[in-house]
């Protein structure tokens, strides 16, 4: 998995929250427009991977596949 995208599944437990909009997730990718570009495509296929619930109005949640994958993010990468 590559940093961005254990970034964006980060992003929950840094902002403690259990549904973030999509321009919280933007800001995984900083002041940098490429990277935020690839914070959106990285958002698209973590809900086709069953990682991300879209809520709608760009809202997602964690899936309980996605807390596992961020869990292991963390326990590898502590904060």
């Given at each position: ?39 959106f495509d990285i958002v ?36």
């Amino acid at each position: 998995m590559d940093e961005l995208t254990r970034e964006v599944l980060g992003s929950f437990a840094a902002w403690k929250k259990d549904a973030l909009d999509l321009h919280t997730l933007f800001e995984a990718g900083g002041n940098d427009p490429d990277a935020r570009t690839r914070v959106f495509d990285i958002v698209e296929r973590l809900v086709k991977e069953g990682l991300l619930e879209e809520l709608g109005n760009d809202f997602y949640s964690l899936t309980e596949k996605g807390r596992a994958a961020a869990e292991m993010k963390s326990d590898r990468n502590p904060f």
